[in-house]
Nanobody, 125 residues
Framework: QVQLIESGGGLVQAGGSLRLSCTAS????????MAWFRQAPGKEREFVGT????????TLADSVKGRFAISGDKDKNELYLQMNSLKEEDTANYYC??????????????????WGQGTQVTVSS
């Protein structure tokens, strides 16, 4: 069973920065993708960013472009999310995901089979 373990969440003031990390227990995704999603209380899970390992292509949600950066190390099975200029509306539980999404599901939770437990990010005013 593949495990994804996130770390790096916490409490930060608006305008601050955090860096999330995710480590996968298996290299099964070298031809797939890894991604970050987030979910705030009472809201649906929302796409944040993804990396497709085969091409290195990266996609970020419009809501975080210019503030967040997604990166990773395929050989180490690690995924990162650098979050800068954080806003209160970024407060959510952030989840790492991995799988083999097709083009139409790069940004959908349905495209990813494996999920971490999540790490909480809280941005205060």
């Amino acid at each position: 069973q593949v495990q994804l373990i996130e770390s790096g969440g916490g409490l930060v003031q608006a305008g601050g920065s955090l860096r999330l990390s995710c480590t996968a227990s298996d290299r099964a995704f070298s031809r797939g993708a890894m991604a970050w999603f987030r979910q705030a209380p009472g809201k649906e899970r929302e796409f944040v960013g993804t990396i497709r390992w085969a091409t290195g292509a990266r996609t970020l949600a419009d809501s975080v472009k210019g503030r967040f950066a997604i990166s990773g190390d395929k050989d180490k099975n690690e995924l990162y999310l650098q979050m800068n200029s954080l806003k209160e509306e970024d407060t959510a539980n952030y989840y790492c995901a991995a799988g083999y999404p097709i083009t139409s599901t790069w940004t959908s939770p349905h495209g990813y089979r494996y999920w971490g437990q999540g790490t909480q990010v809280t941005v205060s005013s």
